[in-house]
């Protein structure tokens, strides 16, 4: 079993930032793969990035350059640090990690970008 336990959540202006966190606990040398997903109202749920156990990063096109995603392996937490923000980021933020055979889920943070 993993748990994931999300924070940094908010409100803030256009072209402000935040940074997400994401601390796992459990059975943590199970996880290959976290990352985070968000879903906006009335919209279907969206990858937004990942990284992997190595440190491999990927990215939604629409938060290139925009979101960092990053690790701290010694706490145990995944962090998005997210710049340039715009209102169509608003959305529920939800941590995500891989083991083998199971995916686990936090319970989600809101962010709003909303001047």
């Known amino acids: 079993q993993v748990q994931l336990v999300e924070s940094g959540g908010g409100l803030v202006q256009p072209g402000g930032s935040l940074r997400l966190s994401c601390a796992a606990s459990g059975n943590i040398f199970s996880i290959n793969l976290m990352g985070w997903f968000r879903q906006a109202p009335g919209r279907q749920r969206e990858v937004v990035a990942h990284?992997?156990?190595?440190?491999?990063?990927d990215y939604a096109d629409s938060v290139k350059g925009r979101f960092t995603i990053s690790r701290n392996n010694a706490k145990n937490t995944v962090y998005l640090q997210m710049l340039s923000l715009k209102p169509e980021d608003t959305a529920v933020y939800s941590c995500?990690?891989?083991?083998?055979?199971?995916?686990?889920w936090g319970q989600g943070t809101q962010v709003t970008v909303s001047s």
């Open positions: 990284i992997t156990d190595t440190g491999i990063t």
């Open positions: 995500h990690a891989t083991t083998p055979g199971r995916n686990y």
